[in-house]
């Protein structure tokens, strides 16, 4: 083989290789793309399998005038952690719907609905919010927030831990 043919021949060699690496990277990039993807419709799904609701099925909910309970929580949530055991089964006993968002995966919904804090409970009814119930609170204050008594202007009421 002649030095020109060596030559052309380690050229053509460079050239492949080059376009290996950029078939790689484009790979690389479309693999990410699909990963992301991924993860961002797993979130949903996995609000819906466990029972959650998402904050455009919140809305959707408000806008149909349906009456029903709102438990805003956090995964991670201490105070969360503290009420459920005996706040979700007490909302889920009610006449009228009982759902959960977790904030944690819905963060959009902190400030569409005004959350301040979690946990929070809103009853909403006509597409508005009629009361909520916001804060660490004993289970008999949300006993009387579930029988309607008012929670107070600033929506805690005396049996508050926070």
Not at 26 to 51: P, R, S, T, Y
Request: charged share 30%; aromatic share 10%.
């Amino acid at each position: 083989m002649s030095k020109k043919t060596k030559k052309q021949a380690a050229v053509k060699k460079k050239a492949q290789s080059k376009a290996n690496w950029i078939t790689a990277g484009i790979i690389a990039i479309i693999v990410l793309i699909g990963a992301a993807l991924l993860l961002l419709q797993d979130g949903e799904q996995n609000a819906a399998k466990k029972g959650d609701f998402t904050a455009s099925q919140v809305s959707e909910k408000l806008a149909s005038g349906d009456e029903f309970y709102m438990y805003f929580y956090q995964t991670g949530c201490v105070h969360c952690e503290k009420v459920k055991p005996y706040l979700v089964p007490l909302g889920e006993k009610q006449d009228v719907p009982f759902h959960q968002i977790d904030l944690a995966v819905e963060q959009s919904a902190w400030e569409t609905f005004k959350i301040e804090g979690t946990p929070t409970v809103v009853h909403y009814k006509d597409g508005k919010e009629v009361k909520r119930i916001a804060g660490e609170q004993t289970e008999a204050s949300y006993e009387d927030f579930f029988a309607g008594e008012d929670a107070g202007e600033d929506g805690k009421k005396s049996g508050d831990l926070k």
